[in-house]
């Protein structure tokens, strides 16, 4: 009968076994055979040999009682006076030797049980982990490619409207390489474009106004350019909004205010 290929993982929990006579036939015929190849088993054979030596010692030596023997042979209904004394049989001793050595395989296979399986805990945890981030980054890539699709709809819609208002805004003193395009319909909003403005300070924000007949300019919204001081943006815009006559951006506060503040930046008519 052939006999199954020892996994080399599992060999240490064999050695206690082979030690205490727990092995199966062709069991200890593979094992020995592999020990005579093993410099690694065979230093961890020759490791626990004391220890398995020493728990017969480890066990009290007691001598049971005469009177056991007559009330054990007594309770199985046999004649206690026909039967020849013999020499006590020290296997209550083997007993608890046997009972410890299992306690110590048992110990030794659950222990090396307990770290194969924290290490496979962990590389699930891991796994979960780098998971959790890919689904998250297609997550962000998926909203990311809504937004973009939804602003060039947006876009599209308003460079194809049949009101549609195109208004150039050319750079002011503070921004003269700045330039700027605003198209606006009033049935599908306003969209913005800007190139080469100056960098924000830092708690600042830039407003675009649109300036109607009515003496208080509009706030169209807020925006913050690129690195490279380029902007395109959309906005939505009420249905009553003012036939505008002009435009203009200027630096304000972050979050904006009612009324422009600072210097112009770009301005359009």
Known sequence: MATTPIDHGGLHEL???????????????QF?????????????????????????????????????????????????????ERAPRRTSLFVPWLAAAASLVTAVALGGYSIAMRGRVTSLEDRLRDAARQLALSERQIADLR????????????????????????????????????????????????SSLPALPSGRTYQLWVLAAQPAPISAGLFKPDQAGSVTTIFETPIDLPQPVGMAVTIEPDGGVPAPTGDKYLVGQ
């Open 15 to 29: 050695v206690e076994l082979y030690m205490l006579g727990a092995l199966t036939s062709p069991e200890r015929v």
């Open 32 to 84: 020995e055979s592999h020990l005579k190849t093993c410099d690694e088993c065979q230093a961890r054979l020759k490791a626990l040999s004391p220890v398995v030596g020493a728990l017969a010692q480890a066990v009290p030596q007691v001598e049971p009682p005469p009177s056991l023997r007559a009330r054990v042979l007594s309770s199985v209904g046999a004649n206690v006076k026909e039967m020849p």
């Open 147 to 194: 937004r973009t699709s939804a602003q060039g709809q947006f876009q599209m819609a308003v460079l194809a409207a049949p009101d549609l208002l195109r208004m150039d805004l050319a750079g002011q003193p503070a921004a003269p390489r700045s330039a700027g395009r605003a198209f606006w319909s009033r049935s599908r909003g306003l969209l913005f474009t800007a």
